[in-house]
T-cell receptor, first 112, second 112 residues
Framework: LAKTTQPVSMDSYEGQEVNITCSHNNIATNDYITWYQQFPSQGPRFIIQGYKTKVTNEVASLFIPADRKSSTLSLPRVSLSDTAVYYCLNAHYGGSQGNLIFGKGTKLSVKP | DADVTQTPRNRITKTGKRIMLECSQTKGHDRMYWYRQDPGLGLRLIYYSFDVKDINKGEISDGYSVSRQAQAKFSLSLESAIPNQTALYFC???????????FGPGTRLLVL
């Protein structure tokens, strides 16, 4: 399973757009890029997943370049409640391996 | 009602005691997982199960055992608890078509 690299922490202010970039140089052909969000003392929560180009949902957008060696999670107009740790993972559908590799993630702090 | 529940939510025990953490899910998923999270770190996989008859060790299985009593129930046991097993424990489920995992609220364990 490919490991990912992302910044340890980021600071932002309410109302700003936040972009968190993740590197995954060894991503496999059948891997998807998935992002989770974790609030303190809660389990991680799936927020978005993509394979290539751009994916958008009600929470975030995910930008993936053609070579798929990196991806960028974009959170539009963040609020204080977006303060959390964000994890970038590579995973493939129907995989025989059980684990998703959660690194340390990016701790996003949103200030008023 | 929550899709993935864990009991107890908090537990204090002493070194050498045997304890069991329980997980139940109502999502109808075959795959279930146990992770632990230490402060400031990502999640590490302890055990995972793809169905009732399939149990697999994860990254850090030493000192732990599991039981898959039914599709909906997956228990984690610490046969003889030690202080470095103090952590936050998460149960998760996923279906076989995707690697999106659904996490429980966590069990905070303190071993004295």
């Amino acid at each position: 399973l490919a490991k990912t690299t992302q910044p340890v922490s980021m600071d932002s202010y309410e109302g700003q757009e936040v972009n968190i970039t993740c590197s995954h140089n060894n991503i496999a052909t059948n891997d998807y890029i998935t992002w989770y969000q974790q609030f303190p003392s809660q389990g991680p929560r799936f927020i978005i997943q993509g394979y290539k180009t751009k994916v958008t949902n009600e929470v975030a957008s995910l930008f993936i370049p053609a070579d798929r060696k990196s991806s960028t999670l974009s959170l539009p107009r963040v609020s204080l409640s977006d303060t959390a740790v964000y994890y970038c993972l590579n995973a493939h559908y129907g995989g025989s391996q059980g684990n998703l590799i959660f690194g340390k993630g990016t701790k996003l702090s949103v200030k008023p | 009602d929550a899709d993935v529940t864990q009991t107890p939510r908090n537990r204090i025990t002493k070194t050498g005691k045997r304890i069991m953490l329980e997980c139940s899910q109502t999502k109808g998923h075959d795959r279930m997982y146990w992770y632990r999270q230490d402060p400031g770190l990502g999640l590490r996989l302890i055990y995972y199960s793809f169905d009732v008859k399939d149990i697999n060790k994860g990254e850090i299985s030493d000192g732990y055992s599991v039981s898959r009593q039914a599709q909906a129930k997956f228990s984690l046991s610490l046969e003889s608890a030690i202080p470095n097993q103090t952590a936050l424990y998460f149960c998760a489920t996923s279906d076989p078509l995707g690697e999106t995992q659904y996490f429980g609220p966590g069990t905070r364990l303190l071993v004295l």
